[in-house]
C-alpha cells in the first residue's frame, strides 16, 4: 500500500463522516439511541472502539454481551462467540488495519452457526413443554408463560429469529404482546397458534401485517417446524444475519467488536480487493485475540513499510520510529492497568525482549511482537525518559519516576533500572494514586481475628506489627487499620515509601532519602506533631525500631511492618536490632504475620474432585485436623475463563496469623527466646496460624489448597507435619490391603 493511502486511517474529516454515518443508522434501528443525549452519544461514538459497548452498558443499565446482541440483531449483522482466526491474517489485511479497525480475518465458520431462537408464548405449561420437545431438535427454544412475562424474556435473552405465542392468555393477549414487542423489533416474525373459536378474530392480526401465520391446536411436529422455517426465510433480517459463513472467493469474512461504517469496507476492500463480510463478537474476546495472536503493540512496531531505499526517506522514518516507540511503551503500561497488574518487567534476553506483567502476585508472560529485540534500545531509551533517568548512564542501577494518566487511572510509576548481560532490565512499579483502601472485611480476616485486632487497635499505646514478605499486602492492612479506628478526636499521622493510599482525614508524609528525610527523622519530627496514633510504613534500622518503641511507651499507638516469615520472628528481628528485650516485652501489643493468596474466580471456579486420601493429605500438609474432611464439598478448583484471563483466579485475599502477646510470651521475649520456643507457647494459647485461616478460605470457597500450601509451605514445625501425616497414615488401609 502506498504512503499516501495508509496516512490517517482514523483521524480528520473522514472519520468525523464516518462517526455520523454510524449515528445514523444507530438512530434508525435502535430505539433507545436517540434518547442518549447528545453528549453522550458524542463520548460513546468518539471513545475508542473497544470501549463504545462499555460506555453505552453503563449509560442503559446493561451488560457489555447484551449490548452487542442487541445491536447486531438490529444492525443485521451476525453475532459470533466463538472463531478460529484465519490462517495468515497478516496476507489478508495489513496489521495496522487489524489494529486500527480491531477486526480479525475469520475462518469459515458452518458448525458455528447456532440454532434460530424462537420464543414461545402460552399461560398452560403442558402446551409449553410440548413445544420444547417438538421444537428442540431445530430451534433453540425459549418459554414464557404470559404476554408481560414474553416481553421481558425477547429484551432479556435476544436475537429472535420468530415468536409463536397464544393468541387468548390470561392479562396481555398474544395479538397486544406481539404489538409491543414489534415496536422494540419491527422485524420480527410472529406466528399465532390458537383454538377454533379465536379463528376469526385472529385473522385482523394477519391482515396488519403483525402476524405471518396462525395455526391451530393441537398442532403437528412437521407442521409447526415447517411452518417456522418458512417464517424466518421470509424475514429479511434472518436472511441477512444468516449469510454463509464459508463464502470463498471474492468475499472476507471479519469479526470486529463494533459496527463497521461504511468506510471501513470500503478500506478493506481497496486494501484486500475482497468484499467484507461483518460479524460482531465481544469486545473482550477480539481485542484479547488481536493481543495474543500478534503481541501487545505490534501495529506500533510494524516495519514492514519502513524499509525504504533512498537517503531523503530516512529522517522521515526516524521520526515514524520514534513515534512508534512512544505508542508502543504507553500500549505496554495502558494493558498493564486493564490487567490489573502491579508491576511490569522489560527483561533483556539473548535474542528476545521478555516482557512480563505481575498478576495477583504472579509473573504472566506477554505476547509480543516478533521484532520487538530490535528496538530494545529504543524502548528502554524511552522509558528512562519518562523516568526522569540519564540514558546515556548504562553502567550502574539507576530509579525514577513516572507520572501517567489513562482514562479514570493516575499512576505513580517507581522505575528501577538494572545493567544485565544483554542490556538493562527494567522494572515499573504501577501506584494508582486513586486507588481505594480497603477495609477491614475487605481483607478476608476471620471475624474472630478481626474481633482480636479491633480489640488492641483501640488500645491508647503500645505498637501492633504486621510482618511479612514484600509485596504481602501488609501496607494495605495498617491502612485498613487507621480507617477503622478513624475519629475526629484522634490525630493520626503516618510516614510512609511512598504513600500508597490517600485516606481522608489522615496526615500523611513520604520519605525522601535524597534529603536525608528518612524514616527515623520523620518519626521525630511526628512525635513534635501531637499525634494519637503513628503509622510507620516498615521499620528498618534500630534506630526506627527504638524510636517508635520507645513513643508507644509514651502514649502514642505505633502501627509498622516488619520482614519476617511468621509471627514469632517478630520479636527475635528486633532483637537482632540490639533492641533490649524488656521494651520489646513491654510495648509490643500484638504480631500479624500474613500473605496474600489469589482469589478464586467467582465466574468459573468449580468444586473439586478430590479423592478422600487426597484430601486428607493436603489438610495433613496444612496441620489441620483430618476430621475437617467433612467440609470436603465446599472446596473448589480453579477451571479458568475470559474474565479471569484463563489463569482461575482473580484478585486476591489474605491469610493471617495473629500473636497476642501473654504474660507467658513476655517472659519468654524478655529471656530472649528463641522463635519457635516462643511459636511453641503461642500455638498452646490459641494462635491462629495461616494454615488455619488458610484452610477456612478454603471452606469459604475463596481459595484452594495448591495457593495456600505455596504461600504457607515451611511455616510448621516437623514435628506438626509428621504428628498430621501419622493421623492420615492411620485412616487408610495398608498397602497390602489396596493391592
Request: proline share 4%; glycine share 6%.
Amino acid at each position: 500500500m502506498k504512503e499516501e493511502e495508509t496516512e490517517d486511517i482514523d483521524e480528520g474529516e473522514n472519520t468525523n463522516r464516518s462517526l455520523h454515518e454510524l449515528d445514523l443508522e444507530l438512530q434508525d434501528h435502535m430505539d433507545w439511541w436517540p434518547d442518549l443525549s447528545d453528549l453522550d452519544r458524542l463520548n460513546i461514538l468518539g471513545a475508542n472502539r473497544e470501549d463504545r459497548a462499555r460506555l453505552l452498558a453503563s449509560k442503559d443499565s446493561k451488560s457489555v454481551e447484551s449490548i452487542i446482541k442487541e445491536i447486531s440483531r438490529r444492525l443485521d449483522l451476525t453475532f459470533v462467540d466463538d472463531f478460529e482466526l484465519s490462517s495468515n491474517p497478516t496476507k489478508i489485511l495489513p496489521l495496522r488495519l487489524i489494529h486500527s479497525y480491531s477486526c480479525l480475518p475469520i475462518d469459515a465458520m458452518e458448525q458455528s452457526v447456532q440454532k434460530p431462537k424462537v420464543l414461545c408464548v402460552d399461560d398452560e405449561e403442558g402446551i409449553l413443554k410440548g413445544f420444547q420437545l417438538q421444537l428442540r431438535n431445530d430451534f433453540e427454544v425459549h418459554v414464557a408463560s404470559s404476554g408481560d412475562e414474553g416481553i421481558e424474556v425477547f429484551k432479556k435473552v435476544g436475537g429472535f429469529s420468530i415468536i409463536l405465542s397464544d393468541m387468548r392468555m390470561p392479562g396481555m393477549s398474544g395479538s397486544s404482546m406481539i404489538t409491543e414487542i414489534r415496536k422494540i423489533d419491527p422485524k420480527i416474525v410472529c406466528v399465532l397458534i390458537t383454538g377454533h373459536s379465536d379463528f376469526e378474530i385472529a385473522k385482523d392480526a394477519i391482515n396488519s401485517g403483525q402476524v405471518f401465520k396462525i395455526l391451530t391446536k393441537p398442532c403437528p411436529t412437521e407442521e409447526l417446524v415447517e411452518v417456522l422455517q418458512q417464517g424466518i426465510q421470509q424475514s429479511e433480517s434472518v436472511g441477512k444475519s444468516n449469510l454463509s459463513l464459508n463464502s470463498k472467493g471474492n468475499k472476507v469474512h471479519l469479526l470486529t467488536l463494533w459496527p463497521p461504517t461504511p468506510r471501513m469496507s470500503r478500506w478493506v476492500f481497496a486494501v484486500s480487493g475482497k468484499k467484507p463480510i461483518w460479524y460482531l463478537g465481544l469486545p473482550e474476546k477480539v481485542t484479547r485475540a488481536i493481543t495474543e495472536n500478534f503481541g501487545i503493540g505490534a501495529e506500533s512496531l510494524d516495519d514492514s513499510d519502513l524499509d525504504q531505499d533512498g537517503e531523503e526517506d530516512q529522517q522521515d522514518d526516524l521520526e515514524d520510529q520514534n513515534a512508534a516507540i512512544i505508542r508502543f511503551v504507553n500500549e505496554v503500561i495502558m494493558k498493564a492497568i486493564v490487567d490489573r497488574a502491579t508491576d511490569i518487567h522489560f527483561e533483556p534476553h539473548k535474542e528476545t525482549l521478555q516482557i512480563r506483567y505481575r498478576i495477583d502476585g504472579q509473573l504472566v508472560p506477554v505476547r509480543v511482537p516478533d521484532n520487538l529485540r530490535s528496538f530494545q534500545d529504543a524502548i528502554i531509551s524511552r522509558i528512562k525518559i519518562m523516568g526522569g533517568i540519564n540514558i546515556s548512564e548504562k553502567r550502574r542501577p539507576q530509579g525514577g519516576r513516572i507520572n501517567f494518566s489513562h482514562g479514570q487511572s493516575d499512576l505513580d510509576i517507581r522505575v528501577s533500572t538494572l545493567p544485565t548481560l544483554y542490556g538493562e532490565s527494567i522494572s515499573l512499579r504501577l501506584l494508582n494514586e486513586k486507588s481505594q483502601p480497603l477495609s477491614m472485611q475487605e481483607l478476608g480476616l476471620l471475624g474472630k481475628d478481626e474481633k482480636n485486632i479491633v480489640n488492641i487497635l483501640e488500645k491508647p499505646h503500645g505498637i501492633v506489627l504486621v510482618t511479612g514478605p514484600t509485596g504481602s499486602g501488609k501496607s494495605t492492612s495498617l491502612t485498613a487499620f487507621i480507617r477503622r479506628i478513624h475519629k475526629p478526636e484522634r490525630r493520626i499521622m503516618t510516614v510512609e515509601d511512598p504513600v500508597e493510599y490517600e485516606v481522608a482525614g489522615i496526615n500523611q508524609t513520604q520519605v525522601n532519602s535524597e534529603i536525608g528525610f528518612t524514616f527515623a527523622s520523620a518519626l521525630r519530627e511526628i512525635l513534635r506533631q501531637d499525634p494519637d496514633v503513628i503509622m510507620v510504613g516498615e521499620i528498618r534500622d534500630r534506630e526506627t525500631a527504638d524510636i517508635a518503641i520507645r513513643a508507644s511507651l509514651t502514649g502514642h499507638l505505633v502501627l509498622s511492618t516488619l520482614h519476617t516469615n511468621d509471627a514469632p520472628g517478630a520479636i527475635t528481628r528486633l532483637i537482632d536490632m540490639e533492641i533490649e528485650p524488656f521494651l520489646i516485652a513491654s510495648s509490643v501489643e500484638m504480631v500479624i504475620a500474613q500473605r496474600l493468596v489469589r482469589r478464586l474466580c467467582s465466574k468459573c471456579a468449580m468444586p473439586a474432585q478430590m479423592q478422600k486420601s487426597d484430601l486428607q493429605a493436603s489438610l495433613a500438609l496444612l496441620g489441620v485436623d483430618i476430621d475437617e474432611c467433612k467440609f470436603g464439598d465446599s472446596v473448589l478448583e480453579a477451571v479458568g475463563c475470559p474474565s479471569c484471563q484463563n489463569l482461575g483466579y482473580r484478585g486476591r485475599v489474605g491469610i493471617f496469623e495473629l500473636m497476642k502477646m501473654s504474660d507467658s510470651i513476655h517472659s519468654l521475649v524478655i529471656k530472649s527466646a528463641s522463635a519457635p520456643d516462643i511459636r511453641e507457647i503461642a500455638l498452646e494459647e490459641g494462635m491462629s496460624t495461616l494454615q488455619e485461616t488458610g484452610w477456612a478460605q478454603i471452606k469459604r470457597g475463596l481459595t484452594t489448597f495448591e495457593e495456600v500450601i505455596r504461600y504457607a509451605d515451611g511455616m510448621m514445625d516437623e514435628d506438626e507435619v509428621s504428628v498430621e501425616s501419622s493421623k492420615v497414615d492411620q485412616t487408610l488401609p495398608p498397602v497390602t490391603e489396596l493391592q
